[in-house]
């Protein structure tokens, strides 16, 4: 199957949805994380702290084969953003204590919704559903579309509604639609029975797997020196460095460039149409550090420049050449998964492998660029500093651990052994 069917059309849509909604609600958390705490450093803790603490619920319940599924995913979105719109009209958000703990829950929330829809996603390449390369750009088009529309939906109601207000009717309505999708019948989101042709599929997918699998059954999916570690780790670094971009950008554009807000927010944009048109490119034009290097000569354009247009082009191709790499690297993820165990792994890791870096970047890099450590003006090297670090991780990933773009590459696990290849 090398075209996505309606019915994963579905799928696309409902993610695209989702991300819309709750982008829009991260980024009225980001403004109202300003206006309570006049910081971004507790922003960026409870950020981390979303990521990592799931994460670390999972590792804890592994004997137990935790997972989550999609209609629970639903249930566990109703309950939180009912609570966000009870509390946010009840006037909690606008305290430090209660702000705080309605971050956490949004930014758990997320962490989950990502990693269950990259699981699915790979799971639909698994039942044959979809091509590794086609699932790989269809979920990254579902996800700049969602997430520019709602940054930019987020950004005007805020302004419209107030802090509180949004809250309280955006957790309503993202309740409110979580109940519908919980209450559809998709086969394709998971909510549907299985079709007995599948559940056949996976009998004899499981009983081909080695007793001595993986952790979570996953045949040579693991940490480790290995390809599958170097393809999370470079997925970690571009989530880097798109917390760089989100957060030394508006420095350099206001610090040292005295631009406002609206030179950013159109640099943004521009950057967010790079992404969406990355994503219908077929495959990766040349090698991946090629790439890698453009990506540093656009970071230095961008921030070292002085004038607008060409910061703004700049901030074009840097969109277009981060997203290339990002669904590059999940496509080979993706085609590494050989039943729904791998499938499940690879979501849940690839999304704390981008997630926790991403969230972890505006904080230690807006410590560097304070007054208090160097300066407003270090915000354009180190920029560049985390572009040149991606570059660096796509060269490692090729020179040590043999996941070049072309050809074979085999996963090992103690006693054993799995093919897969990287194309």
């Not at 639903?74 to 939180?80: D, L, Q, S, T």
């Not at 610090?255 to 521009?270: P, R």
């Not at 034009?285 to 002085?306: C, E, T, W």
């Not at 969109?319 to 979501?347: K, Q």
Request: one cysteine or more; glycine letters at 10%; aromatic letters at 8%.
């Amino acid at each position: 199957m090398t075209r996505p069917s309606l019915l994963l059309s579905g799928f696309y849509a409902s993610v695209t949805l989702l991300t819309l909604l709750d982008y829009a609600v991260v980024t009225a958390i980001v403004w109202m994380s300003l206006a309570v705490t006049h910081s971004t450093v507790p922003l960026g803790l409870v950020l981390c702290l979303s990521v990592a603490l799931p994460f670390a619920f999972e590792r804890l319940m592994l004997r137990q084969r935790w997972q989550l599924s999609m209609k629970r995913l639903m249930e566990v979105r109703i309950a939180v953003f009912l609570a966000v719109a009870l509390l946010a009209a009840a006037g909690i958000a606008g305290r430090l204590a209660g702000f705080l703990l309605l971050a956490l829950a949004v930014g758990i929330v997320d962490f989950l919704t990502v990693s269950v829809f990259e699981s699915r996603n790979a799971q639909c390449v698994v039942e044959g559903r979809i091509s590794a390369n086609h699932a790989a750009r269809g979920m990254q088009t579902a996800v700049q579309l969602g997430g520019f529309g709602g940054a930019f939906l987020g950004g005007k109601l805020f302004e419209l509604l107030g802090g509180s207000d949004f809250l309280s009717v955006a957790g309503a309505v993202i309740a409110a639609v979580s109940l519908l999708l919980r209450l559809s019948n998709s086969e394709a989101l998971g909510t549907a029975k299985r079709p007995a042709i599948d559940t056949a599929h996976h009998t004899a997918a499981a009983k081909e797997t080695p007793a001595n699998t993986a952790p979570g059954g996953s045949v040579g999916l693991q940490w480790g020196r290995n390809p599958v570690t170097a393809l999370l780790l470079g997925l970690g670094l571009i989530g880097f460095h798109i917390g760089a971009f989100n957060s030394m950008l508006p420095l350099t554009y206001r610090e040292v460039n005295g631009w406002d807000a609206t030179a950013f927010g159109l640099a943004s944009a521009v950057a967010g149409l790079g992404a969406f048109l990355a994503a219908s490119v077929s495959g990766l034009p040349g090698n991946r550090i090629i790439v890698a290097a453009l990506l540093v000569a656009a970071d230095a354009m961008l921030v070292y420049s002085g004038r607008y247009e060409l910061s703004c082009a700049a901030a074009f191709v840097l969109g277009f050449l981060t997203n290339l790499l990002r669904i590059h690297l999940r496509e080979r993820l993706i085609a590494l998964a050989r039943t729904p165990d791998d499938a499940s792994w690879i979501g849940s890791r690839s999304a704390y492998a981008a997630l926790s870096l991403q969230a972890l970047s505006p904080l230690l890099l807006s410590l560097l660029a304070s007054n208090a450590v160097l300066s407003p003006t270090a915000s354009r090297w180190l920029l560049v500093a985390c572009g040149t670090a991606v570059l660096a991780g796509m060269s490692v990933m090729d020179i040590f651990f043999g996941a070049s773009r072309t050809g074979s590459v085999t996963l090992r696990t103690d006693s054993t052994e799995a093919e897969a290849t990287l194309k």
